[in-house]
């Protein structure tokens, strides 16, 4: 890896090697958006895929449990909603990283800076 990646976006400038990234992402530290852009173009609809999968997860199950945002009940029918995913935090960051690093751990997976 030539020099350092900065991920100013995430507060962690100057990360200075793939490890050092894959165990930041795990402990939920790079949200998505920036996780996306340290991946190949080819492979980064599939990340965001299963990102939306766990999103969507998210909302369902806070829609089963009868505690919507609103009195009126749950205004996101069958979309993705933010509010369960701003209480999941880190949490969420840590699930949608799981899904970065089954991509990222293969160097072709990466972006040129970060190949190997």
């Not at 190949?40 to 909302?59: G, M």
């Not at 829609?63 to 919507?68: I, K, L, Q, R, S």
Request: glycine letters at 6%.
């Amino acid at each position: 890896m030539n020099g350092t990646i900065d991920v100013r976006d995430s507060a962690h400038e100057g990360v200075e090697t793939p490890e050092e990234l894959m165990r930041i992402a795990e402990q939920g530290r790079l949200p998505k958006g920036v996780l996306v852009k340290l991946l190949d173009i080819e492979h980064r609809h599939a990340y965001l895929d299963a990102c939306a999968r766990i999103e969507k997860k998210y909302t369902e199950d806070c829609t089963a449990g009868n505690d919507p945002c609103l009195e009126s009940g749950c205004a996101v029918e069958g979309e993705i909603c933010l509010q369960p995913l701003l209480r999941a935090g880190t949490e969420y960051h840590r699930a949608c990283a799981a899904e970065w690093l089954k991509l990222f751990v293969d160097p072709r997976n990466r972006i040129d800076a970060l190949k190997d």
